[in-house]
């Protein structure tokens, strides 16, 4: 059966290079038999913006964060899927804001048990596409450690695709062929997890 995979688009510019190149991901993912759902991380509605460590979501069983909104709502479909990329660009060496605010929420996905932790994404696989203004080292590099590590702490495979020196211009990415092939590439792969 084909892979269930969601995108979680962290890239505020419609038609920017983030979205391009992650399109040209997903449309090879699906070629290559996987089902692709997306979230659209930037249009969301919330009545907190990120986690307000109330430690409600660790009172309860379910993995579920308590405020009752649509980012909640959204990060609680995320252990229905085998495989869960972030898509965004750069912003100030981390992630844009607005996928901040998913991503701190993700937080309900876990149950701390003294030193130690379960969590509901554990054995699946986490992924990453990034683009970025500059450089890999110290910058996209650390973007990529951010969604890493949470990924090795609940137990996740881990995959990246990254895209550094990336010019503003609409369609810049997308009119270069090797990073065209890298991101059908990432696709492929990412249908196989
Ligand atoms: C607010 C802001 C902060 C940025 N910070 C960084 C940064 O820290 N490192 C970097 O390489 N590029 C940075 N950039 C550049 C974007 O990451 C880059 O242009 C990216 O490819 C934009 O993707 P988009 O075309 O999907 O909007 C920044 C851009 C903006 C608007």
């Known amino acids: 059966?084909?892979?269930?995979?969601?995108?979680?688009?962290?890239?505020?510019?419609?038609?920017?290079?983030?979205?391009?190149?992650?399109?040209?991901?997903?449309?090879?993912?699906?070629?290559?038999?996987a089902k692709v759902d997306e979230i659209d991380a930037i249009n969301l509605t919330f009545k907190a913006p990120g986690c307000i460590a109330c430690f409600k979501c660790q009172e309860s069983e379910e993995y579920k964060c308590i405020i009752d909104d649509e980012v909640a709502a959204k990060v609680a479909t995320l252990p229905s899927y085998d495989v869960i990329v972030l898509s965004a660009p750069i912003y100030w060496w981390s992630y844009p804001a607005q996928l901040k605010i998913f991503i701190d929420r993700i937080f309900s996905l876990i149950k701390l048990k003294g030193d130690d932790h379960i969590s509901a994404l554990s054995g699946k696989t986490m992924a990453l596409i990034a683009t970025g203004g500059g450089e890999l080292e110290n910058n996209l590099n650390l973007l990529e450690a951010q969604w890493r590590n949470p990924a090795d702490m609940m137990g996740c495979k881990f995959l990246s695709s990254l895209y550094p020196d990336v010019l503003p211009e609409e369609?810049?990415?997308?009119?270069?062929?090797?990073?065209?092939q890298k991101a059908k590439e990432f696709g492929r792969l990412l249908a196989m997890e």
């Open 1 to 33: 059966m084909g892979k269930k995979i969601v995108v979680v688009h962290g890239g505020p510019r419609k038609k920017g290079n983030t979205r391009a190149i992650t399109k040209i991901t997903v449309d090879s993912a699906r070629k290559h038999g």
């Open 171 to 180: 369609g810049f990415l997308t009119k270069n062929p090797d990073a065209v």
